[in-house]
Nanobody
Framework: QVRLVESGGGLVQAGGSLRLSCAAS????????MGWFRQAPGAEREFVTA????????YYADSVKGRFTISRDTGKNMMYLQMNNLKPEDTAVYYC??????????????????WGQGTQVTVSS
């Protein structure tokens, strides 16, 4: 069973930066789709970004393009989300997710097989 553990969340002022980490264990990941989603209070879980484990192709929600960067270290089974120029509307619980399949609909949360416990990101104004 794949296990995902997020870390790095916290409280930051608007315009600041945070780096989230996701440690993956319990499996191998060639062909996987890996991603970050977020969920604010009272809202649906929202796609943030995704990466193809095999070749590093990346995809971003329009709301975070130019501010967030997803990356992975295949040797360490680690994934990262660098968040710059944070805004109050970025406040949410951020979740690391993994899909065993190479998917075209990487932006849909319902298809992912594994999820981390989430880490809180709070951006103050």
């Amino acid at each position: 069973q794949v296990r995902l553990v997020e870390s790095g969340g916290g409280l930051v002022q608007a315009g600041g930066s945070l780096r989230l980490s996701c440690a993956a264990s319990g499996g191998t990941f060639p062909g996987y789709t890996m991603g970050w989603f977020r969920q604010a209070p009272g809202a649906e879980r929202e796609f943030v970004t995704a990466i193809r484990w095999s070749d590093g192709s990346t995809y971003y929600a329009d709301s975070v393009k130019g501010r967030f960067t997803i990356s992975r270290d295949t040797g360490k089974n680690m994934m990262y989300l660098q968040m710059n120029n944070l805004k109050p509307e970025d406040t949410a619980v951020y979740y690391c997710a993994a899909d065993r399949n190479y998917r075209l609909d990487y932006y849909r949360a319902r298809g992912y097989d594994y999820w981390g416990q989430g880490t809180q990101v709070t951006v103050s104004s």
